[in-house]
């Protein structure tokens, strides 16, 4: 059987066509058309009226809290449990991360959670939807709503995600998408910003481009800014991806399924929550073990290692990690849900290249794992 790997794209003959039209005809008077179809038509497809595209999901999200003129001393709520990439921006305009718990079912954003977490000094509220999990944004919005705070959706695990018929991407003032190589749609690394407001668009095209107007005189700069430009033959990759976006859902659709057929046996699993009234896009499959295995998550990527078999770790609490030095004593009593999924969960591989009879192998391997605790 060929190495299994956690994940990975699937790149195909339209693919490599349309890179190769970007190397051979995108430059000159071409230098970003790809960059501008793949802009207008991803937020087109998400209901939004701009998008711009960005190295990463990260720059994405430091844009947007300068744009909105997040600084120094304020707060904005984040979940403990996400990639650290959801929380950095906030540190980088200078203002203070609140960790907050998280909903058991969805392991994202847990609005009664947030309510608590909110001060006089709260101006916004990141909801990142995990693994293709989408929070309860109902709740979340109309929170934000009562409270005049900002909300920004970081949809980079979430794309082909619905909630209640609403795209992944559709919520709050802005959104963001990670197209790093690990995700459905890769570039390689790469990220979009989408919005509606065409002021806050204006403002992140100037800081998106060292305080040049788009369009404006040449080398004429109105502030210091970021460096934070696509290029076309990295969007030309996008683009085609984007073109068979509901060809990679689906199939990474097919791996969550064929996931939880294999393993419906053992009870006491927990998989991607599936709301009533939402599609989940399953960026990746998450298992978390129930209490009643006795298995936590370093046992279990030791013990599959030793198989043979790769597993990767569900986000350990952020305010755990010794990038946030002090936090833990705090947090680890105000978030104990996240505490403990994260101390219990796992990723399953979700490579776009995963074979039948490697899910067997990982099933396989799951089942002796558990069966050893006993």
């Known amino acids: 059987m060929e190495k299994i790997y956690m994940a990975g794209p699937w790149i195909t003959e339209h693919e490599v066509k349309t890179v190769l039209d970007a190397m051979q005809n995108g430059w000159y008077e071409h230098p970003y058309d790809y960059v501008e179809k793949f802009q207008k038509e991803f937020a087109a497809y998400h209901g939004r009226k701009f998008g711009i595209m960005t190295p990463n999901a990260t720059s994405a999200i430091h844009l947007l809290l300068t744009a909105l003129g997040i600084k120094a001393g304020d707060e904005v709520i984040v979940p403990d449990c996400t990639w650290i990439a959801s929380a950095a921006p906030i540190s980088y305009v200078g203002a203070v991360p609140v960790f907050c718990d998280i909903d058991r079912a969805n392991w994202c954003l847990d609005p009664e959670a947030v309510e608590r977490a909110i001060t006089p000094k709260t101006k916004a509220?990141?909801?990142?939807?995990?693994?293709?999990?989408?929070?309860?944004?109902?709740?979340i919005k109309a929170l934000a709503d009562r409270r005049g705070l900002i909300l920004i959706e970081d949809s980079a695990e979430a794309?082909?995600?619905?909630?209640?018929?609403?795209?992944?991407?559709?919520?709050g003032v802005g959104s963001v998408f990670s197209f790093h190589r690990t995700k459905t749609l890769v570039t390689g690394e790469g990220g979009m910003l989408l919005l509606d407001d065409e002021?806050?668009?204006?403002?992140?095209?100037?800081?998106?481009d060292h305080g040049r107007k788009p369009g404006g005189a040449m080398y004429y700069n109105y502030e210091v800014t970021y460096k934070y430009m696509p290029f076309n033959l990295q969007a030309a990759l996008g683009y085609a991806?984007?073109?068979?976006?509901?060809?990679?859902?689906?199939?990474?659709?097919?791996i969550f399924d064929k996931y939880k057929e294999k393993l419906a046996d053992i009870p006491d699993l927990q998989f991607n929550a599936e709301p009533d009234k939402g599609f989940n896009s399953v960026w990746i499959t998450g298992l978390v073990f129930g209490k009643s295995h006795n298995m936590n998550k370093p046992d279990a990527i030791a013990g599959l290692d030793k198989m043979g078999l790769p597993l990767r770790p569900f986000f350990y609490p952020l305010s755990s990690l010794p990038a946030y030095p002090g936090f833990e004593e705090r947090y680890r009593k105000l978030n104990p849900v996240a505490y403990d999924v994260s101390s219990r969960g796992v990723n399953l591989p979700g490579a776009l290249n995963l074979t039948e009879d490697q899910i067997d192998a990982m099933c396989d391997g799951i089942r002796a794992l558990l069966k050893r605790s006993r």
């Open 125 to 139: 509220i990141i909801a990142v939807d995990l693994f293709g999990n989408m929070p309860d944004m109902d709740a």
């Open 159 to 171: 794309l082909g995600s619905t909630y209640h018929g609403v795209r992944a991407g559709k919520f």
């Open 199 to 208: 002021k806050l668009f204006d403002r992140c095209m100037i800081l998106r």
């Open 241 to 254: 991806q984007f073109q068979r976006l509901d060809e990679l859902v689906g199939r990474k659709r097919w």
